[in-house]
């Protein structure tokens, strides 16, 4: 795809300022990380002697932290900066923008943004689904000797059903892999109808307890709702309290009725029927206006958190947790307040 | 005025792209330079939360559920900090689990966010365990019901269940008198509702912080089934304040750390985002009614 000029201009316009903003007070983007040096005894058993395990962890800390240190000892050892998570940083913003540009058109910057999350998603599941799956339930259950030996001392030995499940689960597993046999796919039916079966099982009770009995009860409410003072109960209702929480209650009954008006279709919704499904249709409608307007602040607090990193960690203009000394905007907060 | 309908209707929504991030970035920028955030009042669901955690003696095991991972960190991370300060300033036994393969990875930023950071006292495995991922969605739930270590046989550092001190009497999940869960979707609030609370019989309650796409699907459920909600960014911000006002020392003026107010923080762009959509809407409607006008005054 060839770049149109606008766009090589917007890309051009946006590497100038951030080439500016390296340039000014103490720079940007960079990260640092404190050297910890951990060690743990290992006692003593038939094989080996006790011993002393040291290694070294390197967690991240602020620009100030190193700052602070390096000013205090030039030749100092214990904070050091990092290229790896400086790199790792880069990468984030390059990639919040690569996804970002996808507002102004499609780009290859966004596509290989895309093909990245799509692979580390892949990897990081399989991953997971190995570790996490497999290795403690079928082979901790199945060969629990090695899985003891070599991954997870601590893991319970199983229980005979606990072996019997997951040598019936492995066969399930097994057959639903015909799937992708050329001949015998239709082996793969059999674990599928033994996942639906399980899975309506599970949800039909817990459904009818959750969403059809508990909603109902909820909703057997009283007309007028008195609201007692808790201090002072014997004075009687409060009068505005009550009225709310009456009105509430009346707005919640004829919503209900109003709305299962609607669905129902055995009857033509004409005269008190046909008026009670519009007023349903306004509650479906506020409802759906209400569910919108909370999905858009779902959305604005994301895309608010992605800026927050880019101006923060990555441009250094704000520095909401005093993570650095000297900061560009903060004389700019100094004249605002 | 013509003019104006005609430009509203060939308007490129690429300028609407651009109002929205300069609508979210103006905020951001004049928050974090000036650190002044906008004041909140919070609502009956937000207060209940925090009552319900309150109301727990010092002590008591509560289990936190973290079912999301950093794709809505935007929105449940500043109620995961609260959440687990509160737990945290009133001493409670703190249980973490997570049925989202990324969660026990934002349980420990958190713990060291919080607990490491502002309680260096309390002890891992003695005042608060995080026991890691359990991959079955609602089967855990299930597993929960009738047998805890069934479910976690181990911890994420991989210590049998066992020999965990915070984990002391808890055989099954109703043990717990309170569980909390920071929900995006799948498992989540809903299922905990559907599979445990139902099943329990009021031993155990709930209070949940959720995202915006899954509040209006919660609020039925309270109070009966959920006892307190948190919803969306709006809900962690007036928790937040709410957490903020009542463990700041009396005779100190020492500022709130800036990791507690990350969600009054995110309310400034919420602010500037909506204005300018309550814009375009009415935008919308004006040249929605005046091209109508415009085609019936041609037909007449």
């Given at each position: 795809?060839?770049?149109?000029?606008?766009?090589?201009?917007?890309?051009?316009?946006?590497?100038?300022?951030?080439?500016?903003?390296?340039?000014?007070?103490?720079?940007?983007?960079?990260?640092?990380?404190?050297?910890?040096?951990?060690?743990?005894?290992?006692?003593?058993?038939?094989?080996?002697?006790?011993?002393?395990?040291?290694?070294?962890?390197?967690?991240?800390?602020?620009?100030?932290?190193?700052?602070?240190?390096?000013?205090?000892?030039?030749?100092?050892?214990?904070?050091?900066?990092?290229?790896?998570?400086?790199?790792?940083?880069?990468?984030?913003?390059?990639?919040?923008?690569?996804?970002?540009?996808?507002?102004?058109?499609?780009?290859?910057?966004?596509?290989?943004?895309?093909?990245?999350?799509?692979?580390?998603?892949?990897?990081?599941?399989?991953?997971?689904?190995?570790?996490?799956?497999?290795?403690?339930?079928?082979?901790?259950?199945?060969?629990?000797?090695?899985?003891?030996?070599?991954?997870?001392?601590?893991?319970?030995?199983?229980?005979?059903?606990?072996?019997?499940?997951?040598?019936?689960?492995?066969?399930?597993?097994?057959?639903?892999?015909?799937?992708?046999?050329?001949?015998?796919?239709?082996?793969?039916?059999?674990?599928?109808?033994?996942?639906?079966?399980v899975t309506a099982g599970l949800?039909?009770?817990s459904h009818v307890e959750s969403?059809?009995?508990?909603?109902?009860?909820?909703?057997?409410?009283?007309?007028?709702?008195?609201?007692?003072?808790?201090?002072?109960?014997?004075?009687?209702?409060?009068?505005?309290?009550?009225?709310?929480?009456?009105?509430?209650?009346?707005?919640?009954?004829?919503?209900?009725?109003?709305?299962?008006?609607?669905?129902?279709?055995?009857?033509?919704?004409?005269?008190?029927?046909?008026?009670?499904?519009?007023?349903?249709?306004?509650?479906?409608?506020?409802?759906?206006?209400?569910?919108?307007?909370?999905?858009?602040?779902?959305?604005?607090?994301?895309?608010?958190?992605?800026?927050?990193?880019?101006?923060?960690?990555?441009?250094?203009?704000?520095?909401?947790?005093?993570?650095?000394?000297?900061?560009?905007?903060?004389?700019?907060?100094?004249?605002?307040? | 005025?013509?003019?104006?309908?005609?430009?509203?209707?060939?308007?490129?929504?690429?300028?609407?792209?651009?109002?929205?991030?300069?609508?979210?970035?103006?905020?951001?920028?004049?928050?974090?330079?000036?650190?002044?955030?906008?004041?909140?009042?919070?609502?009956?669901?937000?207060?209940?939360?925090?009552?319900?955690?309150?109301?727990?003696?010092?002590?008591?095991?509560?289990?936190?559920?973290?079912?999301?991972?950093?794709?809505?960190?935007?929105?449940?991370?500043?109620?995961?900090?609260?959440?687990?300060?509160?737990?945290?300033?009133?001493?409670?036994?703190?249980?973490?689990?997570?049925?989202?393969?990324?969660?026990?990875?934002?349980?420990?930023?958190?713990?060291?966010?919080?607990?490491?950071?502002?309680?260096?006292?309390?002890?891992?495995?003695?005042?608060?365990?995080?026991?890691?991922?359990?991959?079955?969605?609602?089967?855990?739930?299930?597993?929960?019901?009738?047998?805890?270590?069934?479910?976690?046989?181990?911890?994420?550092?991989?210590?049998?269940?066992?020999?965990?001190?915070?984990?002391?009497?808890?055989?099954?999940?109703?043990?717990?008198?309170?569980?909390?869960?920071?929900?995006?979707?799948?498992?989540?609030?809903?299922?905990?509702?559907?599979?445990?609370?139902?099943?329990?019989?009021?031993?155990?309650?709930?209070?949940?912080?959720?995202?915006?796409?899954?509040?209006?699907?919660?609020?039925?459920?309270?109070?009966?089934?959920?006892n307190g909600l948190l919803g969306?960014?709006?809900?962690?911000?007036?928790?937040?304040?709410?957490?903020?006002?009542?463990?700041?020392?009396?005779?100190?003026?020492?500022?709130?750390?800036?990791?507690?107010?990350?969600?009054?923080?995110?309310?400034?762009?919420?602010?500037?985002?909506?204005?300018?959509?309550?814009?375009?809407?009415?935008?919308?409607?004006?040249?929605?009614?005046?091209?109508?006008?415009?085609?019936?005054?041609?037909?007449?």
């Amino acid at each position: 795809m060839k770049p149109s000029k606008t766009w090589v201009i917007v890309v051009a316009v946006i590497v100038v300022l951030v080439g500016i903003r390296m340039t000014i007070g103490q720079g940007m983007a960079r990260a640092y990380v404190e050297r910890i040096d951990q060690s743990v005894e290992v006692k003593a058993n038939d094989t080996h002697g006790a011993s002393t395990e040291k290694w070294t962890e390197w967690h991240p800390v602020a620009p100030k932290k190193f700052e602070a240190a390096q000013k205090a000892d030039p030749s100092q050892t214990k904070f050091a900066f990092s290229w790896a998570n400086t790199i790792g940083l880069w990468l984030a913003a390059f990639f919040t923008l690569a996804i970002f540009s996808f507002l102004y058109r499609d780009n290859p910057g966004y596509r290989l943004a895309e093909a990245v999350i799509i692979g580390v998603s892949a990897a990081y599941w399989g991953v997971i689904g190995f570790w996490d799956t497999l290795v403690p339930k079928l082979f901790g259950a199945l060969t629990p000797n090695l899985v003891h030996d070599q991954v997870l001392p601590s893991l319970p030995a199983p229980t005979n059903g606990q072996v019997v499940a997951m040598c019936f689960a492995l066969a399930l597993g097994l057959m639903l892999l015909m799937r992708l046999a050329p001949k015998g796919g239709w082996i793969s039916l059999w674990p599928i109808a033994f996942i639906i079966g399980v899975t309506a099982g599970l949800k039909i009770v817990s459904h009818v307890e959750s969403d059809l009995v508990a909603q109902s009860i909820a909703t057997f409410k009283p007309l007028v709702q008195p609201i007692v003072s808790s201090e002072s109960a014997q004075s009687g209702w409060m009068l505005w309290p009550t009225i709310w929480a009456s009105f509430a209650n009346i707005l919640l009954v004829i919503g209900v009725l109003c709305c299962l008006t609607y669905f129902f279709f055995s009857v033509e919704h004409k005269g008190v029927a046909g008026r009670a499904a519009r007023v349903g249709i306004m509650y479906l409608m506020i409802t759906f206006g209400a569910a919108f307007g909370f999905t858009v602040m779902g959305r604005v607090a994301l895309l608010a958190a992605r800026i927050e990193f880019l101006f923060d960690d990555w441009l250094w203009l704000i520095d909401p947790a005093g993570k650095r000394i000297v900061e560009v905007a903060s004389a700019i907060g100094s004249m605002l307040c | 005025m013509s003019k104006f309908i005609t430009i509203l209707e060939g308007l490129d929504r690429r300028w609407i792209f651009l109002a929205m991030a300069i609508s979210v970035a103006g905020p951001i920028l004049y928050i974090g330079i000036t650190g002044k955030t906008l004041p909140e009042t919070p609502t009956p669901t937000a207060r209940a939360v925090y009552k319900e955690i309150e109301a727990l003696s010092p002590g008591t095991p509560v289990l936190l559920s973290f079912d999301f991972d950093p794709a809505s960190g935007g929105e449940l991370t500043p109620m995961a900090t609260s959440l687990v300060h509160q737990c945290a300033a009133r001493g409670l036994r703190m249980v973490f689990i997570a049925l989202w393969p990324l969660g026990p990875q934002l349980i420990d930023e958190t713990i060291k966010r919080v607990i490491l950071a502002d309680y260096p006292n309390l002890k891992e495995g003695v005042d608060y365990v995080n026991l890691g991922f359990q991959s079955g969605n609602e089967s855990v739930m299930k597993v929960m019901l009738t047998d805890f270590a069934k479910a976690f046989p181990i911890t994420k550092n991989g210590v049998a269940v066992g020999d965990v001190v915070a984990l002391k009497g808890i055989q099954r999940v109703d043990n717990f008198p309170l569980l909390i869960t920071i929900s995006a979707g799948y498992p989540g609030a809903k299922e905990w509702i559907q599979y445990v609370i139902s099943s329990s019989g009021g031993k155990i309650k709930m209070v949940t912080g959720c995202t915006g796409v899954q509040t209006p699907g919660l609020y039925p459920y309270y109070p009966v089934q959920l006892n307190g909600l948190l919803g969306a960014i709006k809900g962690a911000a007036e928790y937040e304040s709410l957490v903020n006002s009542s463990l700041a020392p009396k005779d100190s003026s020492a500022a709130v750390p800036a990791k507690y107010l990350e969600a009054q923080r995110r309310m400034g762009p919420q602010l500037g985002a909506h204005l300018l959509m309550i814009a375009l809407i009415i935008l919308g409607n004006i040249a929605f009614f005046a091209q109508r006008n415009s085609k019936v005054r041609a037909t007449s």
